[in-house]
């Protein structure tokens, strides 16, 4: 039998028992608890996701980011330490050790042999210890701009992403639809063909049709899932979470507005001028060098008994004998690399000018295109349909007829959605093409001590 525990009340009760319900009460709080953290990520990835949450996750779980201010910090590092002086040389000496005849390896009896300890300490100039530190602070200077491209690119490439993965959506929607009222066709000539009223052909091909749009939605649904994998790879949210309303296109961003002026901030032209000030200050630790570090060496010397102990004092510098030869080209050589990158610099800010007026021009031609089709195209495409399925109805036209206006209203519709991605993509490469200083110290990591 089981022991028995007090209980309230002065009875005694079973241990058992009041085991039973302490579990009776706890299984179904857990139960809660888990259910409740398995709830939170699921509302989560119920919330719609709009395109500046996914720009904002994919720079927040960027690792190219984190090794760009790894390589910042790194050089940072390296500027204290270029700094500093060289540290001393100590040197332990025993000389003159007599190997041959009665002496031999004895410290003590020749007067010639000593033991001696010595410390040399180099000193290079004020000057070329602060290029030196400069030299990394330029360095650490190019590791942050180049940062800033990849901040750059992450951002257009989630935009990306986001705008394909939304036409992929709408594409999906709009067969779904066709496919549908394709069905309501099949079903209706099938309908009129068995009651004598339609003709054997127009039901097969309302079947056709409906085979072909299931062909085309089997493609669809595919790219759909890819581009959601796509854009979760970016993001790191669920791949099924649903997308918000997508951003208008008839404006540019404020961040994004007269861009042509702004092309000096443009990333890789900020990298190039980093790298530009990197060579530069290269440059000036070459300069620095061609002058020789002195250095110094204070020596003391113990001899045997009887002998006088000694001290010496050296000062050695390095003799630059063919200085036209190797010191004053590395120096050109280094010049030469900043000439270098200062006409990338110049050529690279030319074609990025070119290329943003290109995407300009084209991003407004776009959104006439979709004026176009939206006021002209699309009524005229619908009125087509509706005359035709009238004409069907009344036994003046075929059926193929009404297929023909069907598809070719499809189609239109299709090439809008694929016309409204080239534009949205040309929207893109413009409203991320130079990052606000808000989106970068946004994503900026904390500075490790």
Sequence with gaps: MEPLSPASGGRLRPRGQAVSRWHALIVPARLA???????????????????????????????????QDAAARSAREMAVAAGQRPDPVLRLSLENLPVEGPERFSTTRDFMTSKSVSLMQTFPSEDKRRAR???????ADAARAERGVRSA??????????????????????????LDEARLLVQASEAAARGGGGALAD?????????????????????RTNARHALARWTGGLPEQPLAAPPELV??????????????????????????????????????????????????GLRGPGY???????????????????????LAARLARVDELRDEREERAREHLAETERWLVAWRAGLAQLALIDTGR?????????ATLAAYRGGRAPLLEVLAARRMALDLRMERIDLR?????????????????????????????
């Design 33 to 67: 608890l888990l259910i409740g953290l398995a709830a939170a990520p699921l509302a989560r990835a119920a919330e719609p996701l709009t395109l500046p949450q996914a720009v904002e996750a994919a720079l927040a779980r960027s690792p190219a980011l984190s090794a």
């Design 133 to 139: 530190t400069a030299r990394f602070e330029r360095e």
């Design 378 to 386: 699309l009524p005229l495409a619908e009125q087509r349909i509706q």
């Design 251 to 300: 404006e540019l961003p404020p961040a994004a507005t007269g861009v042509s002026g702004r092309l000096a901030h443009h990333p890789e032209l900020v990298q190039l001028a980093a790298r530009e000030a990197a060579a530069a200050a290269e440059a000036e630790v070459a300069r620095r060098e061609r002058d020789p570090d002195w250095s110094t060496e204070l020596m003391f």
């Design 308 to 330: 006088a102990n000694m001290v010496s004092l050296a000062v050695s510098v390095p003799w630059q004998w063919d200085r036209p030869q190797r010191q004053d080209r590395e």
């Design 203 to 223: 039901w097969i091909a309302a079947r056709d049709a409906v085979a072909q749009l299931q062909q085309t939605l089997l493609a669809a649904e595919a790219e």
């Design 153 to 178: 690119a992450i951002q257009r490439e989630t935009a990306m992403a986001w705008l394909e993965r939304h036409a992929l959506e709408q594409r999906v929607a709009l067969l779904q639809v066709q």
């Design 421 to 449: 991605l080239s534009t949205a993509r040309l929207w893109a490469r413009l409203a991320y093409l130079i990052p606000t200083e808000n989106t970068v110290a946004a994503t900026a990591r904390p500075e490790q001590e």
